[in-house]
């Protein structure tokens, strides 16, 4: 399985970018994206930004990917995961 995670765009070279990933910057390729901005968000995968993508999107995918990791953890530790306060 591949994974393409967002990242957002806060410095553009010629053909290259810094995306801020959670915290972790990293450079990309730009090939597949001319014309990206700084403050737009991509998917990064295998060094590349693949295309742009909607902030809501974005963060969307990283609350999902937080939450899956949280369980996978949760489960590993044989725990359970809290009920928000007053119930879902």
């Not at 410095?11 to 990206?36: F, I, M």
Request: hydrophobic share 40%.
């Amino acid at each position: 399985m591949c994974l393409a995670v967002p990242g957002k765009v806060v410095e553009v070279g010629e053909e290259s970018a810094t995306v801020d990933l959670q915290g972790n910057r990293l450079s990309v390729n730009t090939v597949l994206t001319p014309g990206v901005r700084s403050g737009q968000w991509v998917l990064v995968h295998a060094g590349f930004a693949i295309t742009t993508i909607r902030e809501r999107d974005a963060l969307e995918t990283w609350d999902y990917l937080r939450a899956t990791d949280e369980a996978r953890l949760l489960d590993e530790a044989g725990l359970e995961r809290a009920e928000p306060e007053g119930g879902r």
